[in-house]
């Protein structure tokens, strides 16, 4: 006579699946309720039922893992905004530096907006003069 098995018992299947899905949103920066939620879609069940299986069992064995992956967004996320901070202070160097030039350029316009008139002044001046 074969065991009987339970309609909701776990497979090892449904545990690595469980695991993989937490210790991935673990590492994207998620929490376990979120991966919990997530697990429940997947694997038909509720997400009460994939904490309770994951606390309960699954955190003992792969706990070291879980750990591991913690720490890495918080080193990702110190190197992504190392580089956003370098980023800015660039954009803002090219910034003042357009800035600036674009001043440069607006007094060089208006110098030859100025002469502009000047000469259409002076041209009027002489054809009223030959008239």
């Known amino acids: 006579m074969e065991g009987k098995r339970r309609k909701d ?15 991935t949103a673990v ?8 991966a919990f939620a997530e697990a429940a879609e997947v694997l ?3 997400k009460q039922a994939c904490g309770f299986r994951w606390n309960k069992t699954l955190r003992q064995q792969y706990g070291q893992m879980l750990n591991s992956v913690r720490k890495r967004p918080k080193q990702l996320m110190r190197s992504h905004l190392k580089l956003a901070l370098n980023s800015f202070d660039e954009l803002t160097e090219a910034y003042n530096e357009l800035e600036l030039k674009y001043r ?3 007094t060089e316009h208006d110098k030859v907006l100025k002469w502009l008139q000047q000469g259409a ?11």
């Open 104 to 106: 440069e350029l607006q």
């Open 121 to 131: 002044i002076f041209i009027e001046q002489q054809q009223k003069q030959q008239q």
């Open 27 to 34: 590492q994207n920066g998620r929490t376990q309720l979120e």
């Open 9 to 23: 018992q776990w497979t090892p299947e449904d545990d690595e699946k469980l695991a993989e899905i937490v210790i």
């Open 44 to 46: 038909g069940r509720t």
